[in-house]
C-alpha cells in the first residue's frame, strides 16, 4: 500500500480514474506523479521541525492505537 507524500496517509487506486488518491488529505496523482513526488521528497532533507512533527505523530498514532 502506498503512502501519501505530502501528509504521510495512505493512499488507495482508483481503477476508473487510474490514479492513487489518499484518504487522509485527498491528494490525487497518477502513478508516474507519485514516483516523481517521491523522488523529490526523498533529495529533500528533513528539517528539525519536520522531524519533530513526525516523531510526534508516530507517537500519537502509537498511543490511540493502544486505546481499543
Known amino acids: 500500500m502506498p503512502y501519501?507524500?505530502?501528509?504521510?496517509?495512505?493512499?488507495?487506486?482508483?481503477?476508473?480514474?487510474?490514479?492513487?488518491?489518499?484518504?487522509?488529505c485527498g491528494l490525487s496523482l497518477t502513478y508516474q506523479e507519485l514516483m516523481e513526488m517521491r523522488?523529490?521528497?526523498?533529495?529533500r532533507p528533513e528539517s528539525d521541525e519536520e522531524k519533530k512533527r513526525k516523531r510526534k505523530k508516530?507517537?500519537?498514532?502509537?498511543?490511540?492505537?493502544?486505546?481499543?
Request: charged letters at 45%.
Open 39 to 43: 523522488d523529490r521528497y526523498r533529495e
Open 4 to 24: 501519501c507524500p505530502e501528509c504521510g496517509g495512505e493512499m488507495r487506486y482508483d481503477q476508473a480514474m487510474k490514479r492513487y488518491i489518499c484518504k487522509s
Open 58 to 68: 508516530e507517537y500519537l498514532d502509537w498511543w490511540f492505537s493502544r486505546k481499543e
